[in-house]
């Protein structure tokens, strides 16, 4: 199945399947992007991130693409489980001018179901 | 292993009271930052600091202040709750250069 990020804010996949959410950014500026996992009750928890200077990176059973040409982040989850039923949030992140400091700029984020 | 903690996980408050919510962490991060998340609208950021005793608005600033007296501590204060500060409150840290930003697991604050 496929999301198309922030507008389809719930996916629903089958137990096994490959699950795809799409994230589209804002800031061309922004030098790296990371992908959250937030289940119900809990802080978001990191996934996978990514710099600028690359296109895709792999994890356990998950990839991350990058495309900067049409600001778009997917993340791909091989085989998913129902444990992987939470909500997906990118984020793009990159200095505040002015600051120095690191921020990051979230998406609403993207439901997940897998249905057993 | 704990990373970010946030010493309130659920809070229930009166209108016109003043709230402290407390974030701590362990790795030494200059990068503090208070989060709220609510359905639909995703983290908005409140405030954050990149070093000691400095602070800088975020996104939805009014109604909130923020206190760093020592580099593993960044306080959110409510001077005055109100009912529209009903919320989940998220804690967060990165270190520079960037690297991942950790997450404490939130604070549930109801104002009645």
């Known amino acids: 199945g496929e999301s198309v990020g922030l507008h389809l804010p719930t996916l629903s996949v089958q137990e096994g399947d490959n699950s795809i959410i799409n994230c589209a950014y804002s800031?061309?500026?922004?030098?790296?992007f990371i992908w959250y996992k937030q289940e119900s009750g809990k802080g978001p928890q990191f996934i996978i991130d990514?710099?600028?200077?690359?296109d895709k990176r792999q994890g356990q059973r998950v990839t991350v693409l990058l495309n900067k040409t049409v600001k778009h982040l997917s993340l791909q989850i091989a085989a998913t489980q129902p444990g992987d039923s939470a909500v997906y949030f990118c984020?793009?992140?990159?200095?505040?001018?002015?600051?120095?400091?690191?921020?990051?700029?979230f998406g609403t984020g993207t439901r997940l179901t897998v249905i057993p | 292993d704990v990373k970010v903690t946030q010493s309130s996980r659920y809070l229930v408050k009166r209108t016109g009271e003043k709230v402290f919510l407390e974030c701590v962490q362990d790795?030494?991060?200059?990068?503090m930052f208070w989060y709220r998340q609510d359905p639909g609208l995703g983290l908005r950021l409140i405030y954050f600091?990149?070093?000691?005793?400095?602070?800088e608005k975020g996104d939805i600033p009014e109604g909130y202040s923020v206190s760093r007296e020592k580099k593993e501590r960044f306080s959110l204060i409510l001077e005055s709750a109100s009912t529209n500060q009903t919320s989940m409150y998220l804690c967060?840290?990165?270190?520079?250069?960037?690297?991942?930003?950790?997450f404490g697991e939130g604070s549930w604050l109801t104002v009645v």
């Open positions: 984020a793009e992140g990159g200095f505040r001018l002015g600051t120095g400091a690191n921020n990051l700029f």
């Open positions: 800031n061309s500026a922004s030098d790296y």
């Open positions: 990514i710099r600028s200077n690359m």
């Open positions: 790795m030494d991060h200059e990068n």
């Open positions: 600091s990149y070093d000691v005793k400095m602070k």
């Open positions: 967060a840290s990165i270190g520079t250069p960037a690297s991942t930003i950790y």
